[in-house]
């Protein structure tokens, strides 16, 4: 078991779903968790008030946070009960925006149950929902007091999901950790068998990239944004193919690394080991979409900075760089990619 400390949260990582109580704060949690989860992992849970979420993107609503304050007043709960979500993405960042706004705040931790929640959504701080399709438009930066990551969850989570939590962790290695990419490209097998001492390392190896940027920029004033590596072109791509988020990610890391290749910031062989990885671990590298079209619907994207767009580009392998390009430059750089 790995623990890992960030802003008062406390992530552990490793063998912790068993006996889960004894890494919780000495009360009795009120459980946040969908039908799926609970079904497959109800023998797991503290005994505990469960209040149950509609399961899927759809949910992470107002409605959703409506629903859990009406339930919490029902169960009683006040600014001393600590709130426990055990799920994906979506329940741990409806549950922590629940718990922040609910009596003004209450304490709050996460089980996170898919890979992309144990190396992204649960740690960092950020909560929230959408709101008019559009993502995050409401939410807070609050950290949960404790985070349990158990590679055991991730059995039970179809190959989807689970590819789509490694795009996360190799945009991680590539903006902070070589050797974890090297790593990664040494045990493909042990990817695949779901080996659980594997997952235990890369978990927490990604987690600790996180923890250290987000330390030092807790609300993304500044270098918080080389977290967003891949991503301007992925909530394109996410939107105009219907790819979920980390098949997109990983086509959007190739991007932009192709982007640097031309900038001269990668070399051939690099940009190559990156798509290979990607490929791999049964990720997408490619698009259909012209590369103009991605352009012009990450102008719209809430991140621009008038004329200019910051990109975050890889340098090498385990080191980023964001850089504030015009449009003018992007449309020339992307011809010059699809030439
Ligand atoms: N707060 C942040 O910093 C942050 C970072 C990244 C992503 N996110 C958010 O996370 C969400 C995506 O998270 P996600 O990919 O986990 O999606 P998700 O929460 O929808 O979970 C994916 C699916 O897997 C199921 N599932 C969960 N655990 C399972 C298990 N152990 N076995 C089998 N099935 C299981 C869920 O019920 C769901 O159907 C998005 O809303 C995204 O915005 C937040
Ligand atoms: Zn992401």
Do not use: W
């Amino acid at each position: 078991m790995q623990e890992i400390t960030l802003h008062g949260s406390r992530i552990l990582v490793g063998e912790c779903a068993g006996e889960l109580l004894r890494h919780l704060p000495d009360r009795r949690p009120i459980v946040i968790t969908n039908p799926l989860v609970s079904s497959l992992y109800q023998g797991l849970f503290p005994t505990a008030d469960v209040i149950k979420i509609g399961d899927g993107e759809a949910y992470k609503t107002l409605d959703t946070i409506d629903y859990i304050a009406g339930r919490l007043i029902e169960i009683g709960a006040d600014r001393d009960s600590f709130i426990l979500g055990i799920g994906g993405g979506v329940v741990c960042d409806v549950a922590g925006f629940a718990a922040s706004i609910y009596m003004r705040g209450c304490p709050f931790g996460f089980v996170p149950t898919t890979l992309l929640a144990q190396v992204d959504a649960s740690v960092g701080g950020k909560n929230g929902v959408n709101r008019g399709g559009f993502k995050n438009m409401l939410g807070a930066f609050n950290q949960p007091r404790v985070v349990l990551c158990d590679p055991l969850f991730l059995q039970t989570l179809p190959a989807g999901h689970y590819a789509a939590g490694f795009a996360e962790i190799v945009k991680a290695a590539m903006i902070a950790d070589g050797a974890l990419f090297e790593y990664l490209r040494e045990n493909i097998d042990r990817a695949r068998a779901r080996d659980g001492k594997f997952l235990e390392r890369v978990i927490r190896d990604s987690i600790l990239i996180k923890a250290r940027v987000v330390a030092e920029d807790e609300r993304e004033r500044g270098n918080r944004r080389l977290l967003n590596l891949g991503h301007t072109f992925a909530h394109a791509i996410e939107k105009r193919a219907a790819l979920p988020h980390g098949q997109a990610v990983s086509v959007g890391v190739c991007i932009a690394s192709r982007l640097s290749l031309h900038l001269g910031l990668m070399t051939g062989a690099e940009v190559q080991r990156v798509i290979e990885l990607l490929a791999l671990l049964g990720l997408p590298t490619t698009t259909d979409i012209p590369l103009r079209d991605l352009l012009a619907f990450a102008r719209a994207d809430k991140k621009k900075s008038g004329d200019a767009l910051h990109l975050i580009l890889p340098v090498g392998i385990g080191a980023c760089e964001a850089r504030l390009l015009s449009f003018a430059q992007l449309e020339e750089l992307v011809d010059k990619l699809t030439e």
